[in-house]
T-cell receptor, first 116, second 113 residues
């Protein structure tokens, strides 16, 4: 069965610190997709990144980077030099397959507080 | 490009009533999914509609139902409301494949008194 675990419920950091949000997943499929979403205080979830199970390359986008390791079933998200605007709840999600029978499973989210 | 629009933004109901929530997806998106978000449970998948057909369903009681129209707009209905149904209900649209990112609306906050 699918499962996404975000063990960190809440993290507080001081501005300019680096922070890593952990995501561990479980799936039986060989084809699956992993996502990260950001939910700022305003409430709307915003898509950040997608990774498919065949692409283990890490990705960097500005201050954001993602580390995908199939060996440990992890898809961690690092924010470098955090800013107050990064304060939000971050969700990791898993989707198996690309056919019509897929389901999105979200983790419970990690609330990040960046203090000025 | 307009985003996902959910109406109403807020609703207050009492136990036993029913409620209908509406979602207009991004133009061109044929898949609409519904989620219930509560502080303790995170985002729980309710169901997904694609081309007017329910394609996937989560583990919610039959009081929760939905439908999708030919223009891809979707409605979700909850009957015989219970206190535990108080939550933020989120709608998300996508082109439809499991590899597609979902685009979320602002949600409808439902409070049951």
């Amino acid at each position: 069965a699918q499962k996404v675990t975000q063990a960190q419920t809440e993290i507080s950091v001081v501005e300019k610190e680096d922070v890593t949000l952990d995501c561990v997943y479980e799936t039986r499929d060989t084809t699956y997709y992993l996502f990260w979403y950001k939910q700022p205080p305003s409430g709307e979830l915003v898509f950040l990144i997608r990774r498919n199970s065949f692409d283990e390359q890490n990705e960097i986008s500005g201050r954001y980077s993602w580390n995908f390791q199939k060996s440990t079933s992890s898809f961690n998200f690092t924010i470098t030099a955090s800013q107050v605007v990064d304060s939000a709840v971050y969700f990791c999600a898993l989707s198996e397959g690309s056919s019509g029978t897929y389901k999105y499973i979200f983790g419970t989210g990690t609330r990040l507080k960046v203090l000025a | 490009k307009a985003g996902v629009t959910q109406t109403p933004r807020y609703l207050i109901k009492t136990r036993g009533q029913q409620v209908t929530l509406s979602c207009s997806p991004i133009s061109g998106h044929r898949s609409v999914s519904w989620y219930q978000q509560t502080p303790g449970q995170g985002l729980q998948f309710l169901f997904e509609y694609f081309s007017e057909t329910q394609r996937n369903k989560g583990n919610f009681p039959g009081r929760f139902s939905g439908r999708q129209f030919s223009n891809s707009r979707s409605e979700m209905n909850v009957s015989t409301l219970e206190l535990g149904d108080s939550a933020l209900y989120l709608c998300a649209s996508s082109f439809g494949g499991g590899n597609q990112p979902q685009h979320f609306g602002d949600g409808t906050r439902l409070s049951i008194l």
